[in-house]
């Protein structure tokens, strides 16, 4: 990978590798993988517990605040991954469709500058 970019695929790759070096795939059930990448959503959420907007965006702007934000942002990337490959998923494919999904939703038009749900629009 050496600073080049790496695909979804290679990250794949090679966190299977990590997982099958270390035997851990026994443990790596759809339902495991989804609790764990909820737990790793909610330590991501954590880090803005009792916090303001303002204070949340202030603290990604120092070097530990980006940092612990970075970690707990791969922990959920990884654990995505580890389910996207369990289920057979294209995690490129599949998110383009949910965009092009989104876009009929929530027309430019009716959806630019609210927050109001599709059904509603």
Known sequence: ????????????RR??????????????SIKNLIISLNLEAAELMELTQWKSAE???SDIK???????????????F????????RAGLNLTEIAQA???LNEEKYPVEKARGNVVKYTDL
Do not use: S
């Open 15 to 28: 966190l299977i590798e990590f997982r099958d070096a270390r035997d851990w795939q026994q443990y790596h």
């Open 62 to 76: 120092t070097e530990p605040g980006r940092a612990r934000i970075a970690e707990e942002c791969a922990d959920v």
């Open 98 to 100: 949910k965009i092009a």
């Open 1 to 12: 990978m050496d600073g080049d970019h790496a695909t979804l695929e290679t990250l794949t």
């Open 78 to 85: 990884l654990y995505l991954l580890l389910i996207a490959e």
């Open 55 to 57: 204070a949340v965006e």
